[in-house]
């Protein structure tokens, strides 16, 4: 079974109970299906599956497409695995808006993950009705607006319900109906305005939802503030919901500080956050191969002096006056070029744009940071040697064995076994060469005492298999939390229990040193389940 | 004996809780160690080699509050209106946890979201939408074939009475979606089968009544 749909199945089960769940899993089995194909596959009632899709339109995990006017068409519902998995991330983004906006941005992420889209109005209310909060309804009021503006939660249209590929089709179609007779080329031309004019639909979004403040043409010195500060209000019709890219990318960026911290030292990281603070307006997807540029110029105006201060590296002292202390400049260009050499990748010239102006280089950090998580991962799991072999294959290519007996400095013994091992879990792989290659071979003759073998890895190959592995441990994970939940489901009743909930010391000692073993095993779960999703992230989404 | 052998089973099930697997439940970790074969099963196979499972780090704080927050948000939505559960069983004899188990706490239904319509397909705004709730056109008890004084009234009352059916008819169409309607079709299509069985299918005894009848008449001329 598909571990993908089995995970998101897990997911959906864990937030909205069994119906859902079993709804979703079948239409991510089954790509698009109808509502009288749920009901086939699942043997649920009509009126569960309807509710069930609400639940999952509601929060961005379905999409939908209707008939076209005049065509006899049902509707389509398929469901998006990626918005699934990204619900794993819940816990880590909301304490990331418990940094940014303390506990009032952890109740607004709260707030959307349950109902999974909302609108201004709605998180009034809620603060309303909340005996505890109300008197800081406008600190809620002016988070929500600073989370806006700062596109972390994002606006939702009807369009984004339709599903996008069919969008897409429709555009084509509709394109291709001005012309009667089409040729290859006008084929490419429909299909590159189809694709333009969705883009431009969905594209507009970036500050939908968003409207200026209405200012006072009056009062001069308002206005003047009001066009510095540039802080847009919320428009009280729109819906809003949790923008993942916006996370993510933040997540990235601080791995990347954490990767570089690690690899030369602290204050590298600052550099590297820096770089980060300056292209902050700019960086608009995930996929982009390098940050918006920076010149140490604008490095050293955002760090701050006390970073400078440590000096804790160590630069070419000046000819002239040897007992100089080096300048913020030469600091922070000694950084960059320290952070340019490592092997790592993290900053590059951009000699393009100007002189010395430099950026991140995320296309290299990806593929370096892949890399680390394998080798930690084989060195664990097969001990050092077999990591060394390895990385060998990887730097170099296709060898034989005895050349990697040579530069493994292994014994050939253990070459032959290692390799054997790293086979049958598929970390490298076998090519056949013919021998005898004089001129072109008319077969693909391939007997063993005629050819000769070359080791290699296929790294990206690897990289989904290791993936897929992922998804499983965690759907396990996910599983065994089940499990421990229902082998302990009397003491769950009686948790339950009206009474006890009031006053928890009805229990006896037995009880509840068995709830803080539960306690501490869901908590393991929970944190496993995390830190794998970190990995998801590195192979995944970086 | 039987007795004892049962309690000791359901005993050792309940008891202890989420210490014990599924095949040691009988056996606690102390007498395994106590018998000399190293257990009363043999774990070392080759399906299940024996391995040093490591063992992972310990949380650190950013991890512990993660998992508050994630505490927290289970909680809230198992109570939210997202949450689709089962319906609750149907009330069994009366026991005396009953009054301690009662949810007080009223869970929204679908139907008070506040969201915009529009995000959703036809045929799903009924669930969110509590003025688009769907009449069930009412299951006819009148037998569908065939009733004269219908077709009577509808010929007399001429105008007045096909007014009356279509508006009918019309609010029944509208209450219900395609699907409604081809779930309705096939229904009446049962139903349909059954007054044809009911209407047109003869044992084989009214013919010879029948054909005496017949036979009888056409005795007489006899």
């Known amino acids: 079974m598909s571990q993908q749909a089995r995970l998101c199945r897990e997911i959906i089960e864990e937030e909205f109970g069994p119906f859902v769940a079993k709804v979703a899993h079948q239409i991510l089995l089954k790509g698009r299906l109808t509502l009288p194909d749920i009901v086939r596959f699942t043997k649920l009632t009509p009126k569960q599956i309807r509710e069930s899709l609400v639940v999952l339109i509601q929060h961005g995990l379905a999409f939908f497409t209707e008939a076209v006017e005049g065509q006899k068409e049902q509707t389509h519902y398929q469901v998006s695995a990626e918005q699934t998995l990204m619900r794993l991330r819940m816990p880590a983004i909301m304490q990331v808006a418990e940094e940014r906006w303390e506990e009032i941005g952890v109740d607004i992420c709260r707030l959307l993950f349950i109902h999974g889209r909302m609108k201004i109005g709605g998180v009034r209310d809620w603060v309303k009705g909340d005996s505890k909060r109300k008197d800081k309804m406008d600190q809620y009021i002016k988070a929500f607006t600073k989370m806006a503006n700062e596109h972390y939660i994002i606006a939702v249209l009807p369009e984004h319900s339709r599903s996008a590929v069919d969008r897409y089709l429709e555009a084509e179609q509709k394109e291709s109906e001005k012309y009667t007779i089409t040729t290859a080329k006008e084929i490419q031309a429909i299909k590159k305005s189809a694709l333009e004019s969705v883009e431009a639909e969905y594209g507009m979004l970036e500050n939908a939802g968003l409207k200026r403040k209405a200012i006072d043409a009056i009062s001069s010195a308002h206005k003047r503030m009001a066009v510095e500060i540039e802080d847009m209000e919320v428009d009280e019709k729109i819906y809003f919901h949790i923008n993942y890219e916006r996370f993510n990318i933040l997540f990235r960026n601080n791995s990347v500080m954490d990767y570089a911290i690690e690899r030369i030292n602290r204050t590298a990281g600052q550099i590297v956050k820096a770089f980060f603070e300056h292209g902050k307006n700019k960086i608009r997807s995930l996929h982009e191969n390098d940050s918006p540029s920076a010149t140490p110029m604008h490095i050293a105006n955002i760090i701050p002096q006390d970073v400078i201060d440590q000096g804790d590296i160590v630069l070419q002292p000046d000819l002239i006056n040897p007992g100089k202390k080096p300048s913020v400049q030469d600091i922070i260009t000694g950084y960059i070029t320290l952070l340019k050499i490592d092997s790592a990748g993290f900053v590059r010239s951009r000699d393009e744009l100007g002189s010395s102006q430099y950026s991140i280089n995320f296309l290299k950090l990806r593929e370096n940071m892949k890399r680390k998580l394998l080798e930690g991962l084989v060195r664990e799991k097969m001990g050092v040697a077999t990591c060394r072999i390895l990385r060998i294959l990887i730097e170099k290519g296709k060898l034989d064995e005895s050349q990697v007996q040579k530069l493994a400095m292994l014994p050939p013994k253990d070459t032959r076994e290692k390799l054997a091992l790293l086979n049958l879990r598929g970390f490298v792989e076998i090519q056949a060469n013919r021998l005898d290659v004089n001129e072109v071979p008319r077969t693909a003759d391939r007997a063993p005492g005629r050819s000769f073998h070359l080791w290699y890895v296929p790294l990206e190959k690897i990289y989904e298999e290791l993936l897929v592995d992922v998804y499983r441990t965690v759907a396990n994970l996910q599983q065994r939390r089940r499990q421990e939940l229902k082998v302990r489901s009397r003491l769950l009743e009686k948790l339950n229990r009206q009474d006890v909930k009031e006053n928890i010391d009805l229990l006896g000692e037995g009880d509840k040193a068995e709830i803080t073993q539960m306690d501490k095993v869901l908590e393991r779960i929970e944190i496993s389940k995390k830190r794998l999703d970190q990995m998801i992230m590195i192979l995944r989404d970086f | ?222």
């Open chain 2, 1 to 222: 004996m039987s007795r004892g052998g049962r309690g000791g089973f359901g005993g050792g099930r309940g008891g202890p809780g989420g210490a014990n697997s599924g095949a040691m439940q009988l056996v606690s970790f102390d007498m395994l160690k106590d018998l000399s074969s190293g257990g009363l099963f043999n774990v070392n196979t080759a399906l299940f080699p024996e391995m040093d499972v490591p063992i992972p780090r310990k949380p650190n704080s950013s991890e512990t509050s993660q998992w508050k927050f994630k505490e927290d948000f289970l909680k809230q939505v198992h109570e939210s209106a997202y949450h689709l559960v089962p319906p609750p069983p149907k009330p069994d004899i009366e026991r005396y946890s009953d009054k301690y188990k009662k949810a007080t706490v009223r869970r929204k239904t679908l139907r008070e979201i506040d969201t915009d319509f529009d995000f959703f397909p036809e045929e799903l705004q009924s669930v969110i939408d509590s003025s688009k709730i769907k009449k069930k056109p009412k299951v006819q008890k009148v037998d569908e074939t065939f009733n004269l004084d219908e077709i009577m009234n509808a010929e007399g009352e001429g105008k007045d009475g096909e007014d009356e059916e279509g508006k009918e008819e019309g609010k029944d169409g509208e209450a219900g979606s395609d699907i409604e309607f081809d779930e309705e079709g096939e229904e009446e299509e049962l139903v349909d089968d059954n007054d044809y069985a009911q209407n047109y299918f003869d044992n084989g005894e009214d013919e010879d009544f029948d054909d005496d009848d017949g036979d009888g008449g056409a005795g007489d001329y006899y």
